[in-house]
């Protein structure tokens, strides 16, 4: 069983197939934070960085907002970032069928 507490927590099929209560509301919790921090920095923080910096934003899509924070140098990688996105939505949408499949 793997638990956050523990340093060298191991994440195994048998601990994934028969989550403990504490153990399913622990990754619950971290979907839906990280799934709200993407979403946060998406709809506020960028938006917020680039008007503070003289955009219009309104105009902008979001992969816009990410390449002229890339090029103002605020954002090291729009591409690493629309890569966490995509992580993001997989985690979020991504229902696993099988024990192997979770791991």
Same mark, same amino acid.
């Given at each position: ?10 994440? &195994?099929?048998? +601990?994934?197939?028969? #989550? ?7 990754? $619950?919790?971290? *979907? ?7 979403? &946060?920095?998406? +709809?506020?923080?960028? #938006? ?7 955009? $219009?934003?309104? *105009? ?44």
């Amino acid at each position: 069983m793997f638990s956050m507490t523990s340093p060298d927590a191991s994440l &195994d099929v048998q +601990a994934l197939e028969q #989550p403990g209560k504490g153990n399913r509301r622990l990754l $619950d919790q971290f *979907a839906y934070r990280y799934t709200r921090m993407q979403d &946060d920095m998406g +709809a506020r923080l960028i #938006p917020a960085i680039l008007g503070a910096l003289g955009e $219009d934003v309104a *105009a902008m899509s979001a992969l816009d907002r990410l390449d002229r924070l890339e090029q103002l140098a605020w954002l090291p990688s729009a591409d690493e970032w629309s890569e966490l996105r995509r992580i993001r939505n997989e985690f979020t949408h991504d229902y696993p069928e099988t024990s192997q499949d979770k791991v």
